[in-house]
């Protein structure tokens, strides 16, 4: 109890114990003494600007009247001072009080747009009256035409509008494809003025235009139309018009377990463009289980590409041809030299030979049949029809021109007998893998002489185990698969023969799991030490590495000459390439296959004397008799661009060749090397 103005007050219950609320006034400062108590000061100092501020932004909570109010006596504040001094000072205004006074109401009146009219009382308050009802209807239209445009672009902005263009191309989907696909049909060389790509994707428009924007960079004329929504959805493909597109190109996700939306979207845009007019179609799968299906729901028009084969048969070619994968490379590239159909060549009748020979500055590799049909590296005596065109490697369809006189070139420059390369069994390592392993040991086993040996080096697990077993006994006797068990990212337990010992040696990464490490980490670190291996022996392996993501390949250990196959950025140049021109889907199908023609590179000595200078013209007349379309060199020195690769020189192009120096060819892999049956001398 205590006593207060002589009143007996009971005295309060103590607090219950708990934590003090940080920054109350009962709170110690940090290390001084319990009974210590600093009080805080009553008044903080707050500046000029922190003060207004706070003003301004207690002035938006009162609302719109508030905001009119303010508005208006801060107009009038500048307004009408500015007024009586340009009443003052006009000497045209009289000098009564009342006339000044007056003029300075016009003024204020005409500049805030209230009449400014003079006279009786109620005359100006009717003028005031009218002038804020025209204020009042001008500014309700300009806000209500505001807010329309407004709205109309948010709408425009969550990119559900619809398309109307023609003779475009639409891509369904977005994958790690996307920057490569818009790259390559920016730079494709077309006879159209403006190209308009629309990209369909379950993604946001601003986020996808941001993502474009700093991948692929400027598109000069070409018009990238983005669109949100379901490629599944056939309501949602109304918004990019595939009826009228001249292509379409389905991606396939990054994951292999969704391959089968893949197949949804097929269906889904035969749902939406109809049997009518069906639209040429695009698209790649990366587990083959869903390929059928896939080629099924497309329809006859619709070429399906199947991602993990195609990356297998490039690493194995590349394997057995170090260097090959720069010639893909250039092919599949709209910066270099690449496939394209002219003709039909004039007069009608003219043999291949005759139309090869009359190509100053483009290869000719086949004929395009009227059906459709692609016949690559043809007879050189097959005629070429009225309705046929020539396939040709070029820079452009218009540098394409046949001239009336062949090239000359030199007999004298023919080898008298290539040399024909002994036939022996051949050796690879594997470091790693994946499911696409199965696939490479399966092209090896087909492709190499009989006794060649797979060695693989993994680590031993289960799945890994099971699946070696599994290509071990499908590949003999043929190929025979060893395993290794090991880690080859870490050298303790890589315990094999030295990789000089092989061949090639195929780098392999895991496969992408969400949630997982980028599988390239793996991919560098296991080139890391490879390349020591290489420092130490003193011996130049020859290495062909998978990857995943193109920028990995820039920041990769590498030596000269070798080969990256980066399987999404490959896949996404076939698919737009065969977005160009339909024809190159078999072209690159007998290219890829096992049998058939396919690209070689050879020794120069198979086809020109090497220590002297020739014509390309001449080495591609020396081909020409063996049966093979001479298509490019490599040159040993590698000084230039593309690794020392050169496709589709001029035919008056001349250069000293060198034994070390390799020819491009287009030849059936099973021909033997010499004179053709049925070749002209």
């Not at 130049?540 to 590498?558: K, N």
Request: proline share 10%; charged share 20%; net charge positive.
């Amino acid at each position: 109890m205590r006593q207060e103005d002589k009143k007996v007050v009971p005295g309060q219950r103590e607090a219950a114990p708990g934590p003090v609320p940080v920054g109350s006034r009962d709170t110690p400062p940090p290390g001084s003494a319990p009974g210590d108590r600093t009080p805080l000061p009553r008044h903080l100092s707050h500046s000029a600007e922190e003060r207004l501020r706070y003003w301004f932004d207690t002035t938006l909570t009162r609302g719109t009247a508030a905001l009119c109010g303010w508005l208006a006596l801060v107009c009038l504040a500048l307004v009408v001072p500015v007024s009586t001094a340009l009443a003052w000072t006009d000497q045209r205004t009289p000098a009564s009080l009342g006339s000044r006074i007056a003029a300075v109401w016009r003024n204020t009146g005409q500049t805030m747009r209230l009449g400014g009219e003079v006279g009786p009382p109620l005359r100006v308050a009717l003028t005031v009256l009218l002038a804020l009802i025209a204020l009042f209807y001008v500014s309700t239209l300009v806000s209500l035409i505001t807010t329309g445009l407004t709205d109309h672009l948010i709408a425009l902005n969550r990119g559900r509008a619809r398309i109307l263009e023609r003779g475009h191309t639409v891509v369904l989907g977005w994958s790690e494809q996307i920057p490569t696909v818009v790259s390559e049909l920016v730079a494709a060389r077309t006879d159209r003025r403006r190209r308009v790509v629309a990209i369909l994707a379950d993604r946001e428009k601003p986020a996808m235009e941001e993502d474009l924007h700093t991948t692929v960079g400027a598109t000069g004329r070409t018009r990238v139309l983005c669109r949100t929504g379901r490629p599944t959805d056939p309501a949602a493909l109304g918004r990019v018009s595939p009826t009228t597109a001249d292509c379409v190109l389905v991606l396939p996700r990054d994951d292999p377990r969704h391959d089968a939306e893949v197949v949804k979207t097929l269906l889904s845009l035969s749902a939406a463009v109809g049997d009518q007019d069906p639209v040429r179609v695009v698209a790649a799968v990366r587990d083959d289980r869903y390929l059928t299906a896939a080629r099924l729901a497309g329809g006859p028009r619709a070429t399906v590409l199947d991602m993990d084969d195609i990356a297998a048969r490039l690493l194995v070619d590349c394997a057995r041809q170090p260097g090959l994968s720069h010639v893909h490379q250039e092919l599949l590239d709209f910066a270099g030299h690449e496939f394209h159909t002219v003709g039909p060549p004039s007069p009608p009748g003219r043999t291949f030979a005759e139309a090869a020979r009359s190509c100053p500055v483009s290869t000719a590799v086949g004929i395009v049949h009227g059906d459709g049909t692609i016949a690559l590296n043809p007879p050189r005596a097959l005629p070429l029809l009225a309705d046929d065109a020539l396939l040709v490697i070029a820079e452009d369809e218009r540098s394409t021109r046949l001239s009336v006189t062949p090239a000359p070139h030199d007999p004298t420059a023919f080898p008298h007998e290539p040399p024909r390369p002994p036939e022996r069994p051949e050796r690879f390592l594997l470091l790693g893998w994946n499911r696409r392993a199965p696939r490479i040991a399966a092209h090896l086993a087909g492709r190499t002489p009989p006794g060649s040996a797979l060695d693989v080096l993994a680590e031993p697990r289960g799945a890994t185990l099971s699946g070696i077993r599994a290509v071990a006994a499908a590949a003999a006797p043929h190929l025979t698969v060893l395993h290794r068990p090991g880690d080859p990212t870490l050298t303790g337990t890589a315990r094999i023969p030295e990789p000089a010992d092989y061949d090639a040696v195929i780098v392999l990464g895991p496969d992408h799991r969400p949630g997982h490490p980028d599988p390239d980490d793996r991919t560098l670190v296991t080139l890391l030490h490879l390349r020591a291996r290489e420092r130490t022996s003193g011996h130049r392996i020859p290495v062909v590495t998978e990857m995943t993501d193109d920028r990995s390949r820039l920041i990769a250990p590498r030596a000269p000459g070798d080969d990256f196959v980066v399987s999404g950025r490959l896949i996404g140049l076939l698919m737009t390439q065969i977005s160009q021109n339909p024809h190159l889907g078999a072209v690159f199908e007998e290219l890829l296959a096992p049998g058939g023609n396919s690209l070689h590179l050879r020794p120069a000595a198979h086809y020109v004397r090497t220590g002297r200078a020739a014509s390309f013209a001449s080495v591609a007349a020396s081909a020409a008799r063996q049966g093979a379309c001479a298509i490019g060199y490599r040159s040993h020195a590698r000084t230039f661009a593309g690794h020392g690769v050169r496709l589709n020189p001029p035919k008056a192009h001349v250069r000293h060749w060198h034994e070390e120096d390799r020819v491009v060819v287009i030849d059936r892999t099973d021909r033997p090397l010499g004179p053709a049956v049925g070749s002209p001398p």
